[in-house]
């Protein structure tokens, strides 16, 4: 299971046959496993605007790619779990791959995990726009920008 969507795959196969309240659980379980920003990208945070305006839960996004290998780093409103659940997913699906991979993320993950009917029409949108931020940061650092 190296690749981004081969990741995901094994996630959405996952996800398929939960109901409702076992796919809530699963992004909690997710959201266990986001890091804690580290004292450098605190700082950072206070400097640089990575917020996902698009959001209505604070949610910071950071990727950097070192050697070819992506990393995608985040900070969520503890308030939000199935916020941070999902941004915990993007982060294992994208850790260590080539930034043109991270680019081929679907557009459609929360309707292939089932989780669209399940957040709800605002939260939906906020998570789309997290996966389009991922995808933009990804571009900015490929044609160099910070």
Do not use: Y
């Amino acid at each position: 299971m190296n690749s981004v969507q081969s990741r995901l795959d094994a996630i959405i196969g996952e996800c398929a046959e939960l109901d409702g309240r076992e796919k809530l659980e699963l992004l909690l379980d997710f959201a266990s496993r986001l890091p804690p920003l580290s004292t450098e990208q605190q700082a950072r945070k206070a400097s640089e605007d990575r917020r996902v305006h698009e959001c209505q839960t604070p949610v910071f996004l950071w990727t950097e790619t070192q050697n070819d290998a992506s990393r995608l780093i985040a900070e969520v409103a503890p308030e939000a779990p199935t916020v941070m659940g999902f941004v915990a997913i993007l982060t294992e699906a994208i850790e260590g791959r080539p930034p043109e991979e991270v680019l081929s993320l679907p557009d459609d993950i929360l309707e292939r995990m089932g989780l669209a009917e399940v957040l709800g029409i605002l939260r939906t949108r906020g998570l789309r726009a997290i996966v389009g931020h991922v995808k933009r940061s990804i571009v900015r650092g490929m044609a160099g920008e910070s």
